[in-house]
């Protein structure tokens, strides 16, 4: 599932590419991915919508419309927004389906050929979503009524947030005994971090994901915050880790997977000690560590 960094991303190459476009259409041939609505009435209330801003509320992407309405975009697992042209035909089954125009370059890599959802801009551009699993969810509403959302209102704060410091994040992680790469990966403890991240930033500050957030010191929080930025920054800069499905909205791959620090290193050397990293489950979420480094 793309994370902050990967949803990041997207937000700051769709704030500069696509700001100030008029939709003039839409296509969808997957009506599950279109909340509350039917892809006939979907099309009929983004028509003639303008752009005008794309933001990042923990890992959701918020596109604002002229109209004070909002767009509410969770890309799940495997989605992901694409810039470029498509287009529209039958496959064998009989069904529509969207094929790029180009033919080499990064919009031709299979991952990005699960077109399910077109927004036809007055340019003449595309913006596609690439679903494989068809799990993304996609929400047009009110500006107040999607910003009133119990998915949004709860979210925890964002990791940049100032507000956010070793004591409140402490706080909000709780006195229980759940494991800390369980509260990181709470996303109304604080919003945005999943496996990868999780797993990097607790090898960074050297605590195993498996301690009790309640055996967790006030150094250890401060720790944990300090990391998370680091590795959150570095991420962004390098457009996001492309260990699975994600790509940036030009088709290109992130830059952050050939070089993360404990996400999927089970079986390789821990570049800190030397021993070996290894995976276990917690819950069902799995976590990559150093048993020697990460106490």
Same mark, same amino acid.
């Given at each position: 599932m793309p994370e902050l960094p990967e949803v990041e991303t997207v937000? +700051?190459?769709?704030?500069?590419?696509?700001?100030?476009? +008029?939709?003039?259409?839409?296509w969808c041939d997957t009506p599950n991915i279109l909340r509350g609505t039917s892809i006939a009435a979907f099309t009929r209330a983004i028509r003639g919508a303008r752009i005008e801003s794309? #933001?990042? +509320?923990?890992?959701?992407?918020?596109?604002?419309?002229?109209?004070?309405?909002?767009l509410l975009v969770h890309q799940k697992m495997t989605g992901h927004f694409l810039i470029g042209k498509w287009r529209i035909g039958m496959s064998s089954a009989g069904r529509s389906r969207a094929k790029t125009v180009v033919k080499d370059g990064p919009l031709t890599e299979s991952v990005n050929q699960f077109?399910?959802?077109i927004f036809r801009l007055e340019d003449g551009r595309m913006l596609g979503l690439s679903d494989l699993r068809k799990f993304a969810k996609v929400l047009l509403g009110r500006r107040e009524e999607i910003l009133a959302l119990p998915e949004l209102r709860k979210l925890g704060p964002d990791p940049f947030d100032r507000r956010l410091t070793p004591g409140v994040l402490a706080a909000r992680a709780g006195k229980g005994k759940r494991k800390i790469k369980q509260v990181l990966l709470d996303q109304n403890v604080i919003a945005g971090i999943g496996n990868?991240?999780?797993?990097?930033?607790?090898?960074?500050?050297?605590?195993?994901?498996?301690?009790?957030?309640? +055996?967790?010191?006030?150094?250890?929080?401060a720790e944990i915050l300090k990391q998370t930025?680091?590795?959150?920054?570095?991420?962004?800069?390098?457009?996001?880790?492309?260990?699975?499905?994600?790509?940036? &909205?030009s088709g290109e791959s992130g830059?952050?997977? &050939?070089?993360?620090?404990?996400?999927?290193?089970?079986? /390789? &050397?821990? &570049?800190?000690?030397?021993?070996?990293? #290894?995976?276990? /489950?917690?819950?069902?979420?799995?976590?990559?560590?150093?048993?020697?480094?990460?106490?």
């Open positions: 937000v +700051r190459h769709l704030r500069h590419a696509v700001s100030g476009a +008029r939709i003039i259409g839409a794309v #933001e990042r +509320r923990g890992k959701n992407i918020l596109i604002g419309l002229s109209g004070d309405r909002l077109i399910h959802l990868i991240y999780g797993d990097d930033i607790l090898w960074r500050a050297r605590i195993s994901p498996f301690r009790p957030a309640n +055996r967790v010191s006030a150094k250890g929080y930025r680091n590795i959150l920054r570095r991420s962004i800069r390098l457009r996001g880790a492309s260990v699975s499905d994600f790509r940036d &909205p830059g952050y997977g &050939p070089v993360r620090l404990a996400y999927q290193r089970h079986g /390789t &050397p821990c &570049p800190r000690c030397g021993h070996m990293f #290894e995976r276990k /489950t917690i819950g069902s979420r799995s976590a990559h560590f150093c048993p020697k480094c990460q106490k």
